[in-house]
């Protein structure tokens, strides 16, 4: 069991594992008390049963500079292979601002051939490798060192399973013909705009049941500058503040210092100082914007009559499509998608794969072109 601490022992693996043609990786980091994720390990393997053929990477090692290994991540002749990749790569794009590239993502592709929503890393092994995961180490502290032989193997496990896992869902992609379907998958993976927070756009996350502009403005200045300080500092969003206290702030509309004494849900150290004079300032401002600078109110949706009905049926064609396809039926669309057919606007739906399993038929359907029948226990199409 190989554990890498010098830059030049990475680079050595590193310029081992570009004659490959897939390296499998995952990562263990910390993330309960900071905004950004702390990168502890890095685990990586290629393929081959030697020793020398996965290793841990310590992260935390003075001597440690991780600049063999993006090189490596930028190298588009190696597959980079993970399991649920998104916070491990916000991690390298946070600390490189680059990519792995190019990229495959095993739990998405096990969605794509009929594995399920989400499926976890532990049941893929089982249902692919034959074999279990001791998971006991999943919530060790990571950032203490040096680590225990359990951990080291735990850790492992998460990259060397990977590469069995990886062969077998490429090659029933490539059989089935959907490796186009996991490209348009990944698409958002392997987008950087997804792994950068920008602070006015932060308010979008707290949950609200009032539309009222005024009101959705104060949870905007609020949230804008919980995420600035949060960023700032380190520290994760809640410990600034958590949204119940946007909400309440939001509906009170404290403008004066005092009026945040009356706040259930601030907690006192909120109530003075330099962060409740800015928790006044981000309202006073919310307050003082011209109607034209409010947040829109998105506009609900009024069905027309019939609309309901439809979209019912587009629900049975959905199931029965997503039976045939062996693809679980939130992969290809959503209740709200199913709405925006039936009320003639467009969807992601009618895009890409996911037109070529459903979409055409759903139009089809919509149209009086088709319509569905039943064959003993299976809902069919017929044409009109």
Not at 68 to 74: G, I, S
Not at 336 to 353: K, N, Q, R, T, Y
Request: proline share 4%.
């Amino acid at each position: 069991m190989i554990t890498i601490t010098t830059t030049e022992a990475l680079r050595s693996f590193c310029a081992h594992a570009a004659s490959y043609p897939f390296v499998t990786v995952d990562t263990e980091f910390l993330r309960e008390r900071t905004y950004y994720a702390q990168l502890c390990l890095v685990q990586m393997a290629v393929p081959g049963d030697d020793d020398e053929d996965a290793v841990l990477i310590d992260t935390l090692a003075p001597e440690l500079d991780l600049a063999p290994m993006y090189e490596l991540f930028a190298d588009t002749s190696v597959v980079k292979v993970f399991h649920a990749a998104r916070q491990d790569l916000e991690i390298f794009y946070v600390d490189s601002g680059a990519l792995p590239t190019p990229l495959f993502d095993t739990q998405v592709a096990a969605m794509v051939c009929g594995f399920g929503e989400q499926v976890g890393y532990e049941t893929l092994v089982r249902k692919i490798c034959n074999e279990g995961i001791d998971k006991s180490s999943r919530f060790t502290d990571w950032s203490r060192r040096p680590l225990s032989e359990k951990q080291k193997v735990y850790a492992l496990a998460d990259v060397t399973h990977l590469r069995e896992v990886y062969t077998a869902l490429k090659a029933q992609l490539d059989e089935s013909g959907r490796a186009h379907w996991l490209e348009e998958e990944l698409a958002v993976l392997a987008n950087p705009e997804t792994y950068v927070t920008t602070p006015s756009e932060a308010w979008r996350r707290v949950k609200t049941r009032t539309n009222s502009p005024r009101f959705l403005a104060i949870v905007r200045a609020l949230a804008e500058l919980r995420e600035e300080l949060a960023q700032s500092r380190d520290v994760p969003r809640n410990r600034i503040f958590k949204d119940d206290v946007i909400l309440e702030l939001a509906a009170t509309r404290p403008r004066q210092l005092d009026d945040l004494s009356k706040s259930r849900l601030l907690q006192r150290e909120a109530r003075r100082g330099d962060l409740a004079n800015a928790i006044v300032a981000a309202v006073d401002k919310a307050m003082d914007l011209p109607k034209s600078d409010l947040p829109e109110v998105p506009a609900q949706r009024q069905r027309r009559q019939g609309q309901e009905g439809l979209a019912d049926l587009l629900r049975v064609l959905l199931k029965a499509k997503a039976e045939e396809a062996g693809v679980a039926q939130k992969l290809i669309a959503t209740v709200s998608d199913l709405d925006d057919i039936a009320a003639g606007e467009d969807s992601p739906v009618m895009h890409g794969w996911r037109r070529e399993v459903f979409g055409a038929d759903a139009m089809r359907l919509k149209s009086g072109q088709i319509a569905l029948s039943a064959n003993g226990d299976k809902v069919i199409t017929i044409s009109i």
